[in-house]
């Protein structure tokens, strides 16, 4: 397919790589930040604008991947008539891209996505349309770089999926990065803890959290807590946060 990029954030440089590694064409990268839009049309050996004025109007499709406040802006002034048009936010309803085109969709890959990232980790996409048509489109389009990985989402499961993915993601590596900063203070080095991490999340394919709890809180070993708080004294963020989770999961895991 033919295929438009507009924006050439994290989402734009990932999902173009696939694309063009699935033999797609991309026929420009639009973005206001012109700077990043030509180093990721030269890689991919095309045109770059920062202008929606100089849209390229040949294309099949037209991925938008702007900050979810700009997708109104950044289509204020676009008319791709006939054209199959889809955002890649979770939280934005596809009705955004209705004065667009009538084949207005939706393409969210549910992944933590990075430019530097070298390759493109396994990722669901999921795909919501205003017509079978755009449907049928976006699908042909997720298929071909995830053969086995795409699903359907409305806006009201896609944000729900949006809101668990906040947790398990965003936030399990905002505690990554308070414990490597505590490790760091600490004279420890953080990788000792990498063996750790890993059956953390590998044993989530074989059983429900909740039934996985271990440490000082849930075997309510209330002097080990006290000493932990003593250590912690010198570190009152990290403090806050062993505060919040020790209470929750003294008071029960699925609290
Ligand atoms: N990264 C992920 O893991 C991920 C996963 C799934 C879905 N998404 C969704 O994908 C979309 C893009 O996310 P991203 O992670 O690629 O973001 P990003 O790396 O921050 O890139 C955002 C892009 O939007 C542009 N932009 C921001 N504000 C703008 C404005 N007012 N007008 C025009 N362009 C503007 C940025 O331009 P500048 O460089 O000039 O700021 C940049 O090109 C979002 O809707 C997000 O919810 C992200």
Redesign the pocket.
Known sequence: MDIVLI??????AVLGRKFVAAGHNILQVL???AT?ASELAYEWNTESANYTSLINKEADVYII????R?IE??VADISLPGKVVA????AVDMSVLKKVTANYGVF??L???RKDQEEMPETPIYTEAANEEAKKVLDQLAQSIYKNAVFEADYDKRTKLHVAAVFVNNFTNHIFTLAEKYCQQEGIDFSELLPLINNTFFRLHKASPGSLQTGPAARADMETIHKHREMLGKHPQILEWYDLFTERILKSPLS
């Open positions: 924006g050439s954030g994290n989402v734009a973005s206001r930040n990043s991947a702007v900050a979810d700009a802006e950044v955002h890649t936010a979770a969210y890959p992944q933590s996505l």
